[in-house]
């Protein structure tokens, strides 16, 4: 980044980083095009299932997450995007980046995670913080259960000041118990995932 930059305050690159994905599972970007198309390949799931009944539920869900995804800085998200139906794991992991307010560094709000929100190193190599929160949400005309699980890593060279925060949301039935063995399995999943994260080397 150059002087000017750091002086009138443009965001600088975040760092290339590895993150290894599932067989099926893609690496998409928060943008106009993409919303559509993944909205048209989910119509044409539904017309297959003989379900385009949800179509309008489906365009309005898929407006609502993109929307979130530009408001909170999302600079990638990964999804499955190969899988019988039968397969299909209700996961989302999105990857935003993280400033800390008024110049100052994220500390203030790691320990804030951490004590108020169980955060903890989620590796040995202390690259991560994760913590989990559970909450509800209306999908449509339906409401359901989510886990969000998030990992937090600060971005190097910004002196802890900025950090890239993947947030990986379960979608489940409202009312199912955290020790549910889908949902251990599917936290598994997400854990796996980014236990594969590494920034890369410069």
């Known amino acids: 980044m150059s002087l000017r930059d750091e002086l009138i305050g443009a965001p600088r690159t975040i760092p290339p980083y590895q993150i290894v994905l599932p067989s099926g599972w893609r690496e998409y970007s928060a943008d106009d095009a993409t919303e559509q198309a993944l909205l048209e390949q989910a119509k044409a799931r539904l017309r297959s299932q003989h379900r385009p009944d949800l179509a309008a539920q489906l365009t309005h869900a898929s407006r609502d997450a993109f929307a979130r995804m ?64 559970s909450s509800t949400r209306q999908l449509g005309a339906e409401r359901v259960g989510t886990l969000s699980i998030s990992y937090l890593a600060p971005i190097p060279g910004t002196m802890r000041r900025e950090g890239l925060q993947f947030v990986a949301v379960i979608l489940h039935p409202v009312g199912l118990e955290a020790d549910d063995p889908a949902l251990v399995k599917l936290t598994f999943v997400c854990d796996a995932i980014m236990s594969t994260f590494a920034w890369m080397p410069a």
């Not at 408001?71 to 935003?96: G, K």
């Not at 560094?105 to 108020?116: G, P």
Request: hydrophobic share 45%; no cysteine.
């Open 70 to 133: 530009r408001q909170s800085s999302t600079i990638a998200f990964y999804l499955q995007a190969d899988a019988p139906d039968e397969q299909v794991m209700p996961i989302s992991i999105t990857a935003s980046r993280l400033v800390a307010p008024d110049g100052g560094t994220l500390d203030a709000q790691v320990s804030d995670l951490v004590r108020n929100h169980g955060a903890e190193a989620f590796n040995d190599d202390m690259v991560l913080v994760r913590w989990k929160v």
